[in-house]
């Protein structure tokens, strides 16, 4: 594997991933020739035989997927198309003609058949009678015979008929080759996932952790999730140490998040191999509507949201949705408040019958009052002090302020041949700034002194993707491929200032927030970076057998970092500051991924892959040089299950992750060369994180949604430069064991209209140990379980009202521990508390 070098000690020159762009376009539309013509009997008379049917009335999408698998056709429409409709289902014998007319009964839509054989949905002519010469809406589902409809919104679903985050390649569940979850739409609704910080801690095999009240991380199988994608647009979440502040998003705008565990490169490009994490934005419908919502909660916590969406032409071709949303929250800790609001907007305008422009906007602020830095100290040994929840060290001048403005373009066009080439582009600048306090303990004095800290940072984050995809015909059998290119810059501008001692004698038990007055810190330029990185890749399912499928990819990547750091002996020291700088740029480096499926059945399909993975370091050892890139191997083998027409997907999965050179903050810190300013890292030789994984997701009839989800992930050290740490646990205050389980009933009969759920959340014990000053600590968490309760009432087709209850047993656990005695973190989880939603549809 190439190694990181100066970019100055390089004289050679390689070529530029974007300048292949336009060839490997060509090469995608030459492969995308149309195929030659294939008989069409079968196909012009289908739809005319009957068969029995056993559709229950529920959301239209599903219903119409159902059919059109039982009947055999195929079957074309839009998301917007069947958007919030419902059915009254069909039971009986019918010819597929007939039976489309009674399902799509009062949607306003009619099923016509056109030459090839294939059915399309269109608005019905009887019912809008000036439509004559309106023409069919853009074809963007294909149910019995293509690519499934991923749209979340109105299916009441808590799985999809298909997602593209793992390989681009628009596959269901089950054709994916690895672990895969999707939270959809409704179950954001019904558990109500404020952020994406409550869409991770309610996903199968992903961990939420705090660093402080406020900073927030992200776990899979033990590693750390270092990107989050938008609308499949990947954005580095630590090129600063501060970005996951910086893209906090609010989940009003989105349809559904995609999620894939285990290494993730031939979508993402340099990264851990844990997970992606794809937000997938809210489009425009073709109906009008329009909901409002408002929320109201303890601890003096309010929020509104108006989403309004639909056609801004006669003819439907330009849409628009819009959502804002604003909140204002109280806290269960002492003099802790914050508000914030978000404006969204979206266009989608149809340049011709086969070509999309998309357009958005985001505008979002976050306000915190009363925030530390940090958490909750530990005792001189690590052991729990039993502080109160509502516990705060914070002054009342201490404040957290976020805002974040990005904006996102996507061109998509289809051509005849089934080939499809889509760019997007996504920017985002957003701005932290903080004032408030950390703690330090001392050994020798056995006080706790507050220090205070400011920050004042900037970051611009940039992303370009552009792809072909389709079919192409290979001995006797149809294929599909993607090839693309992307780009990808980081711009950071960080400001910082720490160590101002606030109180050098903390009485932890006794603390007064009005006594130290705001010290105004003023700042100091601390850090500016650049990250950009230029990728080319290719994709290929091959149709090996009517029962196999092997999936191929690769993707070459060109990687520059550059840096400049200023770091300052303390905070009343008067001598200039130290500057240091670092460049380093990797050349060439190729992912690689393989997957092969084999259906067993119509239900079950067992399937093998494999990828590898690179992650450039910006992390310093001890004696302050760059850290070799982390390099590693992904396995896993698992079997997958479909039922009701997809409704349903269960899978269990064995993975294996060998890594080398991954890097891991020294315990002791004060043994790095820029102690006490600058962490030091060291190379953990080699680390192998395995386990398995059970999930299901989806109806198990059509009135009950579960979710559910156990891992076990077990990461130790195989190779180590202490051999005492050889087969010991290599990130102890991550869970091992995590289950996860949310669901949602509705009931029937005289009940109807009424529904009930929950979820339940369980993780094993973490820890963290070692030594400070030569004193041993242990600061832990044993294993806990958080249960949710959820009930909502239709009162009206147009008023719902629900009511959630999280932690309904008031569980008191630490969300997050201490890394040591010296520093402390502990940050509690949410004691218990309620929330009452009004949503009404206009």
């Known amino acids: 594997?190439?190694?990181?070098?100066?970019?100055?000690?390089?004289?050679?020159?390689?070529?530029?991933?974007?300048?292949?762009?336009?060839?490997?376009?060509?090469?995608?539309?030459?492969?995308?020739?149309?195929?030659?013509?294939?008989?069409?009997?079968?196909?012009?008379?289908?739809?005319?035989?009957?068969?029995?049917?056993?559709?229950?009335?529920?959301?239209?999408?599903?219903?119409?997927?159902?059919?059109?698998?039982?009947?055999?056709?195929?079957?074309?429409?839009?998301?917007?198309?069947?958007?919030?409709?419902?059915?009254?289902?069909?039971?009986?014998?019918?010819?597929?003609?007939?039976?489309?007319?009674?399902?799509?009964?009062?949607?306003?839509?009619?099923?016509?058949?056109?030459?090839?054989?294939?059915?399309?949905?269109?608005?019905?002519?009887?019912?809008?009678?000036?439509?004559?010469?309106?023409?069919?809406?853009?074809?963007?589902?294909?149910?019995?015979?293509?690519?499934?409809?991923?749209?979340?919104e109105g299916t009441q679903s808590y799985t999809t008929a298909s997602m593209s985050t793992a390989t681009r390649l628009n596959l269901s569940m089950r054709e994916t080759p690895q672990s895969v979850t999707v939270i959809t739409r409704q179950r954001i609704q019904d558990q109500g996932l404020a952020t994406v910080n409550d869409v991770v801690q309610t996903a199968t095999g992903l961990t939420f952790r705090r660093f402080g009240p406020e900073r927030a991380s992200f776990y899979s199988r033990g590693m750390y999730v270092d990107n989050i994608m938008y609308d499949g647009l990947p954005v580095g979440l630590d090129s600063s140490n501060l970005s996951q502040d910086l893209l906090a998003t609010d989940m009003a705008i989105y349809d559904r998040v995609e999620i894939v565990r285990g290494a993730t490169g031939l979508v993402q490009g340099a990264g851990n191999p844990s997970a992606a994490i794809n937000l997938v934005r809210k489009r425009p419908t073709a109906e009008p509507q329009v909901s409002l919502s408002a929320s109201a909660g303890n601890w003096d916590r309010y929020r509104a949201e108006l989403d309004a969406s639909g056609p801004l032409s006669k003819d439907g071709s330009l849409r628009g949705r819009a959502v804002v949303a604003t909140q204002d929250y109280g806290s269960y800790k002492r003099g802790e408040s914050s508000d914030g609001q978000i404006f969204y907007g979206i266009l989608e305008k149809d340049l011709g019958?086969?070509?999309?422009?998309?357009?958005?906007?985001?505008?979002?602020?976050?306000?915190?009052?009363g925030n530390g830095f940090t958490g909750l100290p530990v005792g001189r040994d690590g052991s729990d002090l039993g502080l109160p929840r509502s516990t705060s060290y914070a002054n009342d001048w201490e404040h957290w302020n976020k805002t974040t403005n990005s904006a996102f373009a996507g061109l998509d066009h289809r051509f005849g041949n089934g080939w499809r080439t889509h760019l997007s582009a996504y920017y985002a600048q957003a701005e932290v700034d903080m004032e408030g306090h950390y703690l330090s303990y001392s050994m020798p004095t056995g006080r706790y002194s507050q220090l205070g800290a400011r920050n004042a940072h900037k970051e611009k984050q940039s992303s370009v993707d552009l792809y072909a995809n389709g079919p192409f015909d290979l001995l006797g059998r149809t294929h599909e491929l993607v090839l693309g290119a992307s780009y990808r810059n980081v711009d950071f501008d960080g400001n910082s200032r720490q160590g101002l001692v606030l109180n050098s004698n903390l009485d932890l038990y006794n603390f007064d927030p009005s006594a130290v007055p705001d010290p105004n810190i003023p700042l100091r330029d601390w850090m500016d970076a650049n990250i950009t990185q230029q990728s080319v890749y290719a994709t290929t399912r091959l149709n090996l057998a009517d029962r196999l499928k092997l999936i191929l990819g690769g993707r070459l990547d060109w990687f520059d970092y550059k840096d400049t750091v200023n770091t300052y002996p303390n905070f009343a020291a008067n001598t200039p500051s130290v500057s240091a700088h670092n460049r380093y740029s990797i050349n060439n480096q190729?992912?690689?991924?393989?997957?092969?499926?084999?259906?067993?059945?119509?239900?079950?399909?067992?399937y093998v892959s494999y990828t590898d993975i690179f992650k450039p370091q910006n992390y310093l050892d001890a004696s302050n040089n760059l850290l070799d890139p982390v390099v590693g191997k992904n396995y896993e083998v698992g079997i997958k299950g479909e039922y009701f027409d997809g409704a349903l997907n269960a899978s269990a999965a064995l993975f294996r992750m060998d890594q080398k050179n991954r890097a891991f903050r020294s315990t002791d810190q004060s043994q790095c060369a820029g102690y006490p300013t600058v962490a030091c890292y060291s190379a953990a030789g080699e680390v192998r994180s395995q386990g398995v994984e059970f999930e299901v997701q989806g109806a198990i009839t059509p009135n009950w949604q579960v979710s559910l989800g156990y891992t076990v992930a077990i990461a130790r050290y195989r190779k180590d430069a202490n051999p005492n740490n050889v087969g010991e646990l290599f990130d102890t205050d991550t869970p091992r064991h995590l289950f996860k389980m949310s669901t949602m009933y509705r009931l029937s009969g005289a009940l109807q209209g009424w529904r009930v759920g929950g979820s339940i959340y369980h993780q094993d014990s973490i820890y963290n140990q070692g030594a400070t000053s030569g004193v041993p600590f242990r600061i832990s968490q044993g294993g806990y379980t958080v249960t949710d309760l959820v009930v909502g009432w239709q009162a009206t087709p147009k008023l719902d009202m629900q009511l959630n209850i999280n932690n309904v047993f008031d569980k008191k656990y630490y969300n997050a521990l201490s890394g040591s005695v010296g520093f402390p973190s502990n940050v509690y989880g949410d004691p218990r508390n309620m929330m009452l939603t009004a949503r009404y549809q206009f």
């Open 1 to 152: 594997m190439p190694k990181p070098h100066r970019a100055q000690d390089s004289g050679r020159q390689h070529p530029s991933p974007m300048a292949l762009a336009p060839l490997a376009l060509i090469v995608a539309l030459a492969a995308g020739a149309p195929a030659p013509a294939r008989a069409q009997d079968a196909a012009v008379v289908a739809g005319s035989a009957a068969a029995d049917f056993n559709i229950a009335a529920g959301p239209l999408a599903p219903a119409l997927r159902q059919l059109a698998s039982t009947a055999g056709i195929m079957l074309t429409f839009t998301a917007e198309q069947t958007e919030g409709k419902q059915t009254a289902g069909v039971n009986g014998k019918y010819s597929a003609i007939d039976a489309l007319a009674r399902l799509l009964a009062g949607s306003g839509l009619e099923a016509v058949r056109v030459d090839t054989g294939a059915f399309v949905l269109r608005v019905d002519r009887r019912r809008e009678s000036g439509a004559a010469e309106a023409a069919t809406l853009p074809v963007v589902t294909v149910t019995g015979a293509s690519a499934a409809d991923s749209t979340t």
């Open 590 to 606: 190729l992912t690689k991924y393989a997957g092969l499926i084999y259906d067993l059945n119509a239900q079950h399909s067992v």
């Open 353 to 369: 019958a086969s070509t999309t422009l998309t357009l958005s906007g985001l505008h979002q602020e976050n306000r915190l009052h």
